[in-house]
């Protein structure tokens, strides 16, 4: 591979939506963001140069960084943030992926505005396994607010109770026609009739799973997290926040002036308060000349979309996800475990603080928590302390392995849905063989959970509805091809069950990627020790790692 160099200016920059101006954070001005281009085997440098008012990191989501922790980016887990005036320079090597992965800003809800696509090409020389598509294109999901999503999440921090929802969705930052003022912003993607089209699609939004479709069109949908699947047609993609789908779009033989609406909306289980607007882009056939310009007006379809909470569809779309699993690429499913995890996920509350009205229900504050665990921030980064030895007051290493109760979590939940508070972790030494079971506890929202994690792929070997039977549910797991990701969504009302090789040291964030979820502390950190070979160890931190 080769080096390639980016420089990422962190900056304000004056943006239009919904006919109103605001200024809103950016790398180099530009939003979405520049995309970052490598082949598989390229190394990354990455300067990322903070000034603005805000601490900022960078994540490059779903990027393995085999023994390049220091370069991951969360804030206060792989990093402290790099403060205004600072830099830091990201720097590590796309091993062993290529596909489409997104970097985001990983500090409070700053991804909103600070978020653009990676895309990594295979080594020189070597094809897709599917036709070689005549063009590519990003299609970033993202949301657009128009007030300060700081105030709102930190007042939400505060006071306890559930943050309001986006104006709007958007696609590669526009939301499109059926938005007021916005029928200038609008994507718009040309296609020549006959040609095969790769969409790279991104969802970069905050808060909610979506539904994607063009009006007219079939998709084959062939990679998804940067993973080739087998292909297969579908008329629309769910996509959840943190996952990236690619799909090949095959422009037919419509006449030269038809155009489609590509449209995009949450698929969302619960009661919970969501944004049920859509935002759109159109596909425009290519118009060979003049003359028929304005001679032919054709209809604008739309594309019948699920209805929101279509679980039916939702279930069947993500069962359809399989490795490919061949000789070139096989799926590399651990087969024996040595260790089994059971982690519930869901919401939760903390009293409200003495001498203080708190607006969750009965005066609490809306929490998170995996196993009851609610995350709580440490002041300095996890993985420094971790490499230091320094980790007193910062972390403990008893994560439960377990929840400390358990209950039908598919039935009333139980009288105290109280959590508690801390900075826990799991150690894992080198070379672990982990299953993970991930049980929704449908508490206080019926909402799906997309969880990511830092520094694998894991294989989906299991999934279902109601409680986990661990005496049942696994004879049933796939460990001949399952889907290989890094986000993968929890059921509302079920489980997931996933494996992966601990062979990456450092520390490894895990996390709901519904921003608002995360910040209430649905999320925890592996620590995965030095193994003893030379290859199996983390290397010292850059010399200009920020400092807490
Ligand atoms: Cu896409 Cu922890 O992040």
Known sequence: GITRHYKFNIQMQNVTRLCQTKSIMTVNGEFPGPRIIAREGDRLIIKVVNNVQYNVTIHWHGVRQLRSGWADGPAYIAQCPIQTGQSYVYNFTIIGQRGTLFWHAHISWLRLTLYGPIVIFPKKGVAYPFPQPFKEIPILFGEWWKADTEKIINQSLQTGGAPNISDAYTINGLPGLLYNCSAKDTFKLKVKPGKTYLLRVINAALNDELFFSIANHNFTVVEVDAVYVKPFKTNTILITPGQTTNILLKAKHFHPNATFLMAARPYATGPASFDNSTTTGILEYHQPSNKTKKSNKFPLLKPRLPIFNDTTFAT?????????????????????VDKHFFFTVGLGLIPCPQNQTCQGPNNTKFAA???NVSFVQPNIALLQSHYFNQSKGVYTTDFPANPPFKFNYTGTPPSNIFVTTGTKVVMLPFNTSVELVMQDTSIIGAESHPLHLHGFNFFVVGQGFGNYNSSKDPANFNLVDPAER????VPSG???????????????????????????????????????????????????????
């Open 369 to 371: 928590s995996v196993n």
């Open 494 to 548: 079920g489980w997931v069950a996933i494996r992966f090789l601990a062979d990456n040291p450092g520390v490894w964030f895990m996390h709901c990627h519904l921003e608002v979820h995360t910040s209430w502390g649905l999320k925890m950190a592996w620590m995965v020790m030095d193994g003893k070979g030379p290859k199996q160890k983390l290397p010292r931190p850059p010399a200009d790692l920020p400092k807490c």
């Open 486 to 489: 890094n986000t993968v969504s």
């Open 316 to 336: 069947s779309f993500v069962k359809k996800i399989r490795s490919l699993a061949n000789a070139k690429f096989p799926a590399n499913v651990p087969k024996k």
